[in-house]
């Protein structure tokens, strides 16, 4: 076997785990917005086996992880392979800052946040699944369709750029609001979290369209 035809079956045991990998990671992001949702709405009785579910799902992710880094790691010749290390890595930090999103939420349990406090959440959450869901299908589509993944990898470009609006105006809000100052940081932490998970969508799409425009 020759070392490029190695190197080419390397890369697509890679690109196939990554595949998997960011199917984990986006099933933890939908779980956590039910999660926020249910706890918006006041449906508290469900938040704990919601929690239990991403620390799974996040576990899972892990474990694909190290999977896919072993592979990696054996083949050192392979080309691009820096650029699936950034994209695997930044792509499970997804699933960790869902986590984390679920440690903010149980120390809101007992604060019922208002309609204002809702809008806001809505518009993160919409912005950062957008994010999610697109760098999902850009590395869906790197196999089979280069230049498909790149278009949807930019798309994740400007989903990232409403979240960062959305974060802005959730953060001058809690600044001018009279909430208790214990509530105001668990809220401030967490939409922090919801932030940085678009911002590592967005990091992880541009490794794809590192890898996408080498593979045209």
């Known amino acids: 076997m020759t070392l490029e035809r190695s190197n080419n079956r390397a890369e697509y045991k890679a690109m196939a785990i990554a595949q998997d990998h960011a199917g984990i990671v986006l099933r933890a992001a939908k779980a956590l917005r039910v999660m926020i949702e249910d706890w918006m709405d006041g449906r508290k009785e469900r938040q704990q086996d919601h929690f239990n579910k991403l620390a799974m799902l996040e576990r899972e992710a892990d474990n694909v992880k190290r999977t896919i880094l072993d592979e990696l790691s054996v083949v050192e010749t392979m080309l691009r392979r820096s650029d699936y290390f950034r994209l695997v890595m930044r792509t499970d930090d997804i699933a960790d800052l869902c986590e984390a999103s679920a440690w903010d939420l149980q120390g809101l349990e007992e604060f019922q946040p208002d309609a204002k406090i809702r809008e806001h959440f809505k518009g993160l ?3 950062l699944m957008d994010a999610v869901y697109k760098m999902r299908q850009s590395i869906m589509f790197l196999e089979q369709n ?3 993944a790149v278009e949807l990898a930019i798309e994740v470009d400007a989903a990232e750029r409403d ?3 959305a974060h802005r105006g959730f953060t001058q809000f809690l600044y001018s ?5 214990k509530v105001l940081l668990r809220l401030k932490d967490l939409g922090q979290h ?7 969508a967005e990091d992880a799409a ?4 590192i890898i996408a425009i080498a593979r045209v």
Request: proline share 0%.
């Open 125 to 127: 959450l919409d912005a």
């Open 146 to 148: 280069s230049k498909k």
């Open 163 to 165: 979240a960062d609006a």
């Open 177 to 181: 609001s009279n909430l208790d100052i």
């Open 194 to 200: 919801l932030e940085e998970i678009a911002d590592a």
């Open 206 to 209: 541009d490794a794809v369209r």
